[in-house]
T-cell receptor, first 116, second 112 residues
Framework: NAGVTQTPKFQVLKTGQSMTLQCAQD?????MYWYRQDPGMGLRLIYY???????DKGEVPNGYNVSRLNKREFSLRLESAAPSQTSVYFC???????????????FGPGTRLTVL | QQQVKQSPQSLIVQKGGISIINCAYE??????FPWYQQFPGKGPALLIA?????SEKKEGRFTISFNKSAKQFSLHIMDSQPGDSATYFC???????????FGSGTKLNVKP
């Protein structure tokens, strides 16, 4: 099992460009998450999906959109990238569809994004 | 406003010593408190977790101490090893509202 995979590993964008970060899990998990990690801030939840077909906002959703394409895949889209979105982005998944934040989350290796 | 405050930001401990990382929170509705460990270039991984009806939980060399009245919880790493060198994050969940917050992280360096 690969667990949670993310593509790309690194990306450099110019301000205003758009891009989609891809995430896939092969653990048959119901819930998936997107976080950003910034120095001194820990990880902050951007969006989550408790089941296929549902998505909800987290702590810092502005400037992002998500799609739960199917049970395996959860993508994060930046429509018009800004320097403030320079960060490391982590995707995670967990088994439960209920009480999702009391379940173990399994994280991918991250995508390092720089917006110039 | 950070929901979970973590300290210290960095910590240096000698091999064999005890590492202690502290977290504090304000919202008494938090009902699940995990700790995650992150190595450089990797995603975080769950280390140990506790619920507020328990004051202590131990798994091997790792112990969470939970003080509900003080609204604090801490991670103790006994007999710290160089392989424990990583960044540690506490977190707290408001499960009824589907809210989840990480602390700012503590970078632990265990000297051989």
């Amino acid at each position: 099992n690969a667990g949670v995979t993310q593509t790309p590993k690194f990306q450099v964008l110019k301000t205003g460009q758009s891009m989609t970060l891809q995430c896939a899990q092969d653990m048959n998990h119901n819930s998936m998450y997107w976080y950003r990690q910034d120095p001194g801030m820990g990880l902050r939840l951007i969006y989550y999906s408790a089941s296929e077909g549902t998505t909800d906002k987290g702590e810092v959703p502005n400037g992002y959109n998500v799609s739960r394409l199917n049970k395996r895949e959860f993508s994060l889209r930046l429509e018009s990238a800004a320097p403030s979105q320079t960060s490391v982005y982590f995707c995670a998944s967990s088994h439960s569809a209920q009480g999702i934040f009391t379940d173990t989350q399994y994280f991918g290796p991250g995508t390092r994004l720089t917006v110039l | 406003q950070q929901q979970v405050k973590q300290s210290p930001q960095s910590l240096i401990v000698q091999k064999g010593g005890i590492s202690i990382i502290n977290c504090a929170y304000e919202n008494t509705a938090f009902d699940y408190f995990p700790w995650y460990q992150q190595f450089p270039g990797k995603g975080p991984a769950l280390l140990i977790a506790i619920r507020p009806d328990v004051s202590e939980k131990k798994e091997g060399r790792f112990t969470i101490s939970f003080n509900k009245s003080a609204k604090q919880f801490s991670l103790h790493i006994m007999d710290s090893q160089p392989g424990d060198s990583a960044t540690y994050f506490c977190a707290a969940s408001l499960s009824h509202f589907n809210k989840f917050y990480f602390g700012s992280g503590t970078k632990l360096n265990v000297k051989p």
